[in-house]
């Protein structure tokens, strides 16, 4: 299933995109000025806590908010299409947008079981999705729904193909959910916490899967998740977003090793194996895991200055007063929004 695509510039670039949405108590900003951009074959890692943005961030990219909540979605987005055509996603007619969902840009979420209609079988599901956007006909969108429940290495695909969602468990559910999503070859996978409800073993195998059709079909991924501890294997590039905005990009490698922003140096700490590392044990010997103190702002109450600067141990007056823009860190290391941060090239 190797596909060549054309091979100029990023697969995805996504420039000042910000989403704000109207509520009972008026209009709130959930994503600020976020700006990524994702070569073929590449990885990006969206990381950060629960509400930081992450998901409003990929849905905004897709097109796929609730029209009730009257999304405003600014910036830009430029997405290569197979064809070489660089389309402005935002600006695409709502038509144009789904024709490339499911088929040039497909995601898979947390909780298969909300994207799977529970009234098909999964056979029918992947069928319908590549009737539609391959033109298909029954027995070849049959054919292809049975290979990529091989490909997903669903034992017994034959049989399996005739299974509706609920007759699976909940990590085959997942493989069904990659097969749909990748039916189509897509370019570009948005994974939003693919693993977060599955039990480790089955996560660690989930993630090799999509790393491997990664590899095989050469398209980029972005995935989402609050997990820094999974992201050092799967991901070449990290984003960590704290409150609707990127604080700190750069390459995984960087990012582990000399994290720049005191936001994801904290993160960093909550996982075990930092945790192995510093050693510090609670009165019965146990591994003592960080925590990082303190809640997210409201985004009805936010700071004035910067949004982590209630929570970091390094903040000031100049973080309570004004709100740091991105810097670029020596090296090409990435970037980070951070007044404090060493190594930012002036
Ligand atoms: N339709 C909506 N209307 C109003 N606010 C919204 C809407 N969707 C999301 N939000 C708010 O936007 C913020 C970001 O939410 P988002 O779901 O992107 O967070 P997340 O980082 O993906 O978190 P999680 O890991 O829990 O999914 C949150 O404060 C959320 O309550």
Redesign the pocket.
Known sequence: MTVSYPDNGPRIAVQSLS?S???DRGR?Q??SDVSFSIPAGSTLALV????????????SLMGL??R??H?RVDGKAMFLRRNGERVSLLDLPARQLRSLRGNEMAMIF?EPMTSLNPLLTVGEQIAEATRLHLGHDRKQAMAHARRMLDLVEIPDAARRVQAYPHELSGGMRQRVMIALAMACTPTLLIA??PTTALDVTIQAQILALIGRLQKESGMSVLF?T?NLGVVAQYASDVAV?YA?RIVETGDVRRVFASPAHPYTRALLNCLPAMAKKANVRDAYGRLRLAAIEGQ?S??FNMPPGCAFSPRCPLADGQCDASAPGLSRLADGGGQVRCFKAHGVLP
């Open positions: 989403t949405f109207l509520t709130v959930s994503v950060g806590e629960s509400g930081s943005g992450k998901s409003v961030t990929s849905l908010h609730a009730t909540s999304p947390q939003d916490e989402i609050h977003m609707g997210v409201s985004p």
